[in-house]
């Protein structure tokens, strides 16, 4: 069977994209059988940029026959100009947890009504094939900042990112649906209808 690495750290993700990918033909593996993913410096201008950089670094360490993915993802909340975007998981600053980035993100929303809270999770995965080739698949979900956070589900801005069609947080909503909706369920599915195309 072809061997897809997924280069992160995150076991979460590497479940996820497991998940997504039954009965794709591929074995999904983490960057463990490369001896772990190497510390990168995430310094792209788009999630694509960044998503590259690290499937890159992890394809250096990985078997010449092997399938590297990636993804990058994060929050865009228009009243903010596409904020945190790329800077999602640094929002409040380096090292910061997923609590400052939500406080920081409440407090910048907090003159903004209902309909100024607009947002959006986006996606974007980077698919290396053994020849090197490189191909990138987007996913996104709408939906609108809450004014407090709610549900225990989840992590990073789950508790107050409410997806479109629905009432709840998608911490409160949680994985059952949040595996449906999500950009990176998206992006996953549309990689996975290339795969088998
Ligand atoms: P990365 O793609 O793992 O680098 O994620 C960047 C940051 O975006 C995370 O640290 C979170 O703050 C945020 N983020 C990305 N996806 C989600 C999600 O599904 N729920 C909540 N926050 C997310």
């Excluded at 789950?158 to 911490?171: K, M, R, Y």
Aim: negative net charge.
């Amino acid at each position: 069977m072809k061997q897809l690495i997924v280069a992160s750290g995150n076991a979460h993700k590497v479940e996820e994209f497991d998940g997504l990918l039954e009965t794709s033909g591929f074995e999904v593996c983490s960057a463990k059988v490369c001896g772990g993913m190497p510390y990168v410096l995430e310094d792209g201008d788009t999630f694509g940029a960044n998503a590259r950089i690290k499937a890159l670094a992890l394809r250096a360490l990985a078997p010449k026959d092997a399938w590297i993915v990636s993804d990058d993802s994060g929050l865009e909340v228009d009243a903010l100009g596409g904020a945190p975007g790329i800077h999602s998981a640094r929002y409040a600053g380096e090292g910061a947890s997923d609590l400052h980035n939500l406080n920081k993100l409440l407090l910048e929303l907090e003159e903004q009504p209902a309909a100024q809270r607009a947002a959006r999770f986006r996606c974007v995965l980077c698919l290396i094939d053994p020849s090197g080739s490189e191909q990138f698949f987007d996913g996104a979900c709408e939906g609108r900042i809450a004014n407090a956070p709610a549900g225990a589900d989840g992590f990073g801005y789950d508790p107050v990112f409410v997806p479109e069609g629905h009432s709840e947080s998608f911490a409160e909503l949680g994985e059952s649906i949040k595996s449906k909706l999500s950009h990176r369920a998206l992006a996953v599915l549309a990689m996975r209808r290339c795969l088998e195309s």
